[in-house]
Nanobody
Framework: QVQLVESGGGLVQPGGSLRLSCAAS????????MGWYRQAPGKPRELVAG???????NYADSVKGRFTISRDDAKNTVYLQMNSLKPEDTAVYYC??????????????WGQGTQVTVSS
């Protein structure tokens, strides 16, 4: 079991920055992959950025060069640094974790979400 708690969302003007944090209830060292998804009203949830246990990263084309995902295993926390924010980045952002175990196989966990609003 993994509980995920996001923080850091809020209201920011276009061009501004925010840093989201996702604190896990246990060590993330052995978690297969973690990431950030977002969902805007009336749209499906989409992957924003992912990071593997080996710290390989991947990003949605729409955020490449603006967003950076990172992890701090000592703090059991994953971050999403968001720069040059645009109104179209407005969404609820969710932290995600995938674990793989011999007994359960692949299991997915989600945080409760944090609202990011980019508006002047």
């Amino acid at each position: 079991q993994v509980q995920l708690v996001e923080s850091g969302g809020g209201l920011v003007q276009p061009g501004g920055s925010l840093r989201l944090s996702c604190a896990a209830s246990r060590s993330i060292f052995s978690i297969y992959a973690m990431g950030w998804y977002r969902q805007a009203p009336g749209k499906p949830r989409e992957l924003v950025a992912g990071i593997s246990s080996g710290s390989s990263t991947n990003y949605a084309d729409s955020v490449k060069g603006r967003f950076t995902i990172s992890r701090d295993d000592a703090k059991n926390t994953v971050y999403l640094q968001m720069n040059s924010l645009k109104p179209e980045d407005t969404a609820v952002y969710y932290c995600h974790a995938e674990t793989i175990t011999p007994v359960l196989g692949s299991t997915h966990y989600w945080g409760q979400g944090t609202q990011v609003t980019v508006s002047s």
